[in-house]
Each structure stands twice: as structure tokens, then as C-alpha cells.
């Protein structure tokens, strides 16, 4: 009986893991990322925003559209960013990326 709340347990944790990556709003084409946020509303949301990217070597420029809360995140040729970094830039300006339903 253990195990099999072990197992069950398992199960769980590692789906609910796999679902908030796999529902994060990230849409991805070749160089460019673009990423639907929660909270930005005003012309400082997009400069805090600016500030972060534009600071990352992989980043040849960011735009930011408040009516629909998109960020589109243009990278220097042969670069790459990692959904985790995305997410953890994104972070540490004080906002979120939305999750799909």
C-alpha cells in the first residue's frame, strides 16, 4: 500500500511539473521569442523590461506591446535563451508570463 501511494504520489508531482512548463504563453520562431506577460501596463513596465533584456549578450533588441501584454524578445543571430532564463529575466523585472489554459 506504500508504494503504490509512492507511485501515486510520483505521479502527480511530476505531471503538475510538466504542465506548467508545457502552459507557459512562449511561441518561439527563429530569432525572435515572444511572450505574452501578466501586468504590464504602463510605459515603466516596458522599461524595466527593456533594462533586463538589453542587457543580455544573446538580446539585439526587445519590444514591448502594452494593449496586448506581449513582449517580443529579438536575438542576435545563432543565439539562443532558455525558457528558464526567460522565465527567471522576466522574473527578476517583476512580472510573470501568462499561463495557457
Known sequence: M???LLVL???IISSVSYAREASLSIKRSPGQINVELLGIVC???ARALEKVFEKQSEVEKISVDLDSSMIFVYLKKGQSISDEKLNKLIEDAGYQIKQDL
Open 2 to 4: 506504500k508504494k503504490l
Open 9 to 11: 504520489v510520483t505521479l
Open 43 to 45: 510605459d515603466f513596465c
